[in-house]
């Protein structure tokens, strides 16, 4: 790319192009239908009503947490809301000062403060009712493994594993030793996508016949964690469709209820590459770049002011912009300050999959690096009806009455999951998890072992059909 091209295209970005088009809005496609208007009608009945956070339960379970970082730190926060369903008795990180500032928040005993995870099955002993598994990607079978044969309960991040080999071997496992595995896929368990899940099965709309969904990744959060950070190389971790984009294929397989026959993609790399840095550009902006003003992607600018993406810098709570830079110059945490143009990164910024289901029910998925916000849009074509939502609030149309009807959070007033991650879905999952290991009941969570290994091979499909061109057969 030209350098004139590519001030261009920063500028359109830095000037906050908003997203436009038929996804804009819940309520872009049909006129008249826009909160504005007040047409809507809310949308009452059905299985709505969302069951508040608090444990079902008549004791705490204890879990280790395996990986102390963001995520291990997500569960955790669980068992500091509800002490009476959840207890963190042991943590394992290879990092320290990580281990510990959630082994102190737990009053974790010394002994039970591990290293590597190998650590926590040395003894050979169950030392809890569950673990958590928030290590990186390609740290998850060993000690998935590991916990199973020992007889824990597993609440396991996804993806499951980096390859098709281990995922599978994770599931014979896991139906050997009869222990429950919890994946991740937290947006099953978000109020949201449950409401529109639940309406799709009320046949509201008639039958699906298609849906279209999108993510998009905004754009910053595409350059913290697929660019510079920890996702960014495919063979290192998983391929972006199953690190960023397994919840989506999860979520199509799960409202449309019916098993993947095939599945063909396509996706590349265009922009975060060496032929696309500016001249003069160093290999990290801390070193005084001549860019950075015309960079949406400059690290002074994301973590600095803009402050996103802040916890993998350790700052313990200090939010000053002068320490922050001083962390991006850090040597344990330049990685972050990278010029986006000069990382070791492989991962698609674009990527379209075409699937077919069971009575040949077509599902478009895209996930897509350039958007200046996140959260999903999903559209449902019904015989009889139609949904269109933005992860806060959906609209469902009958093609009789012709008058749309509104969920949002408000309607289902659920004030106590805002500032939950994943619209809620974080800590449902983990009252799901607390609820089934408590009772030893796998039927109390939404997704079973199985049908997260189904969307995971849709997933290694997905992957294999990008790179050959060619259709890929669900196995
Ligand atoms: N469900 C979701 O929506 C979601 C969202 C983000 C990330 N994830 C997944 O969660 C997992 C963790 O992601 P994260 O963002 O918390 O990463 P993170 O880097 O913040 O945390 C991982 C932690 O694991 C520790 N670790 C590494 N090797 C270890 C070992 N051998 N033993 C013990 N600890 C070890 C690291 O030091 C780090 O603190 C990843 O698999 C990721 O893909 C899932």
Known sequence: MKRRDFLRSCGLVAAGTALSGPFASASSLIPGASPASGKDEPLKGLDLKIRDLAPNTDHPIT??????????????????????????????????????????????????????????FASGKKLADAVVIATPDDRHYEPCMKALALGYDVLLEKPVAPTEKECMAIREMAHKTGRIVAVCHVLRYAPYFMAL?????????GDVVSIQHMEPIQYAHMAHSYVRGNWRDSKETTPIILAKSCHDLDLLRWIIDKPCKHITADGDLYFFKKENAPEGAPAHCTEGCPHLDKCPYNAIDIYCKQKR?????????????????????????????????????????????????????????????????????????????????????????????????VWNEKVAEIPEYAGSGHGGGDLRLTRDFVEAVAAQDPGLLSSSIDVSMESHMMGFAAERSRRSGKKEKIR
């Open 63 to 120: 879990v280790i947490v395996i990986g102390c970082g963001n995520r291990g730190g997500v569960y955790a926060r669980y068992a500091e809301m509800f002490p009476q369903g959840m207890k963190v008795v042991g943590v394992s990180d290879i990092l320290e000062h990580r281990k510990n500032r959630i082994g102190n928040k737990h009053n974790v005993a010394p002994e039970m403060r591990f290293g590597h995870y190998r650590e926590v």
């Open 197 to 205: 899940r639940s309406v799709v099965r009320s046949g509201m709309i």
């Open 309 to 405: 993406h802040l916890g993998v810098l350790d700052l313990e709570g200090n939010y000053d912009p002068d320490f922050i830079l001083s962390r991006l110059k850090d040597p344990r945490y330049d990685s972050y300050a990278r010029c986006v143009f000069r990382c070791d990164n492989n991962q698609p910024d674009h990527y379209v999959a075409s699937i077919v289901f069971d009575d040949n029910i077509t599902a478009s998925f895209t996930m897509d690096a350039f958007a200046p916000s996140g959260g999903r849009r999903t559209r449902v074509m019904g015989t009889m009806g139609y949904i269109e939502g933005d992860m806060k609030e959906f609209r469902v149309w009958d093609f009789l009455t012709r008058k749309p009807k």
